[in-house]
């Protein structure tokens, strides 16, 4: 069947979900021998980077779900699965979904003691490590056994392989999980429908440019990644799926495989805007696609400014310098980016607007009462949404203090315009709010600062009150993970009083001798400008980050409210 008509047989299936876009995608005639998915590591007998065919992926999945069978896996098993490569994530989520199990994706990075926290919680069924992760977890109370290597899996016969589990469109199919900025992530459930609401819908639209031939560097255990397989897999698309995601691995990635789009998060297109793009062949990217976190400005000008893409003259079609970044803003809780907005080098709004919703979509700004504030006033962000996780595995009580009047709160706070676009000011948890009913935002901080300060690649802005409370999870587990002294000011703290600190990552070649406080105090306004205490340069390598790479503000928080000036 032709691509074209094979995703409008897909999108009217109502027997589609994300547990089955494989079996569905074979079943609806496409060629076995097209497209399935390339990995970064050997797979069972492949060598690393074979593109395996549609049909070869199918095998490598029965293989696995014949394995997971022998042992006992069944029907709604949740099986945790920690692992480092991709291909182990991907064919184990493939395998357990076909099973009808339901499969846990947790993130390499975790340290063990998180890890084995998280595993007790799940109150999972059985284990997949692979040896490394297997021999960090020895010794640790599980609750559940381990099963194996998600590796040995594939020895399994496809022929023995049950048949596939028919899903209800409420079958829950994957449990991903948050970053952890706070301790031990939560455990995100999504349904078999709710995890494929946004791809049906994309499924129906004219297929956009730069989604043929994917990079994916986004992690792979992540809510994101299980969307792009299942997108890519209808698309009939090539895709290659990192087990890392560092700016030198994504930028060799491309120049190798020559992927027409790349898809990752914020953290990514930050780290490449560390280097001179300028001397990499990136003329084959027409997309960056962006989820999670939405984008600071410099760095989208910098990736826009490379690779090309298609537009519409007089003439016809014809392919321009310059690709198109689609930035947007999305949660592992969403099961999508709610928002989309289109960037190329022609485009100029910015300051930290996420565009519009998809039509899937619905939001609104909120107060602290649940009711809708007028354009332009800040308030939470609630979402509705059929893409919308199904809530927190065995944890209700946060799933549903994270509900007001029918509305998903997603702990952003944003405002709308007049005309239907919104901004993303920050993270709740990382604002101060300073009285008569203002606050202080940090991303939006850092946005300014990288607008106005071209020798510095990124920022983090730390807004804290005095006297405050570290904000420490209950279990203990939130800790600095590397030690970064920030210097101590000579000021005797005042209470209540708000102060500000300014990390900054500089370019390279630029001076870190050199004073940018009032560059800095300028650009943060001169509310925010008048509690900067201090602007300092830290190496990346410095910063305490969380699993997925992003900044962990309140382990920050945490080191400055502990210090004693001196």
Not at 208 to 236: C, D, E, F, K
Not at 272 to 290: C, K
Not at 398 to 413: A, E, F, H, N, V
């Amino acid at each position: 069947m032709r691509t074209k008509g094979l995703r409008g047989a897909l999108a009217a299936d109502t027997e589609l979900g994300a547990g089955n876009v494989l079996a569905r995608v074979l079943a609806h005639g496409a060629d076995p021998d097209g497209p399935g998915l390339t990995f970064d590591t050997a797979v069972d007998g492949h060598p690393a980077e074979h593109p395996l065919t549609l049909g070869q992926l199918d095998a490598l999945v029965a293989a696995r779900a014949a394995w997971l069978h022998e042992r006992g896996v069944r029907r709604r098993d949740p099986v945790a699965v920690w692992a480092g490569a991709a291909a182990d994530m991907v064919l184990s989520f493939l395998a357990l979904a076909r099973l009808g199990a339901i499969p846990a994706l947790m993130n390499g990075k975790l340290r063990p003691e998180i890890a084995a926290e998280y595993i007790r919680r799940l109150r999972a069924t059985g284990v997949l490590a692979d040896a490394a992760r297997a021999e960090a977890l020895h010794g640790h109370d599980l609750g559940a056994p381990l099963l194996g290597q998600p590796a040995e899996a594939g020895a399994g016969d496809p022929a023995a392989a049950p048949a596939h589990h028919r899903h209800h469109p409420d079958d829950p199919i994957v449990i991903t999980h948050t970053s952890g900025t706070t301790g031990v992530p939560k455990a995100v459930l999504h349904s078999h429908a709710s995890l494929f609401a946004a791809t049906r819908h994309l499924l129906s639209m004219p297929q956009a440019q730069g989604t043929s031939r994917i990079l994916n560097a986004l992690p792979a255990p992540h809510t994101a990644t299980v969307l792009m397989v299942n997108q890519a897999l209808g698309n009939r698309a090539e895709m290659f799926l990192l087990s890392e995601q560092s700016g030198e691995r994504v930028l060799d990635a491309i120049q190798r495989w020559r992927p027409d789009g790349v898809f990752g998060f914020s953290v990514t297109w930050a780290e490449l805007a560390r280097f001179d793009l300028s001397a990499y062949d990136l003329d084959s990217v027409r997309l960056w696609f962006n989820t999670g976190d939405c984008s600071h400005e410099p760095h989208v000008r910098r990736l826009v400014a490379v690779g090309s893409r298609d537009v519409m003259t007089r003439e016809g079609v014809k392919r321009v310098p310059g690709s198109v970044f689609i930035d947007g803003l999305g949660s592992s809780e969403m099961g999508h980016s709610m928002f989309h907005i289109t960037h190329t080098t022609d485009t100029d709004r910015y300051g930290r607007c996420v565009g519009r919703p998809y039509r899937f979509a619905r939001v609104a700004v909120l107060d602290e009462q649940g009711d809708e504030v007028p354009p332009g006033q800040v308030g939470w962000l609630g979402i509705d949404s059929p893409s919308l996780f199904r809530g927190y595995w065995n944890d209700s009580v946060t799933t549903y203090r994270s509900r007001l009047r029918g509305w998903y709160l997603t702990g952003d706070l944003v405002h709308a315009d007049a005309d239907g676009r919104y901004y993303h000011l920050d993270r709740a948890v990382d604002s101060v709010e300073v009285g008569d009913g203002r606050r202080f935002f940090t991303a939006l901080s850092e946005e300014r600062i990288l607008a106005a300060c071209p020798d510095v690649t990124d920022c983090t802005v730390v807004i804290v009150k005095e006297g405050g409370t570290p904000a420490i999870d209950p279990a203990g587990a939130e800790r600095v993970d590397r030690p970064l002294r920030l210097g101590v000011s000579d000021a005797t703290p005042r209470p209540g009083a708000v102060v500000t600190d300014v990390l900054l990552e500089l370019a390279a070649g630029a001076d870190p001798e050199e004073d940018r406080t009032e560059r800095v105090r300028a650009a943060l306004g001169p509310d925010v400008g008048a509690t900067l205490r201090r602007v300092v340069p830290v190496r990346a390598d410095d910063m305490p980050v969380t699993v997925t790479g992003k900044v962990r503000k309140v382990a920050l928080r945490e080191r400055y409210l502990t210090e004693t000036p001196s």
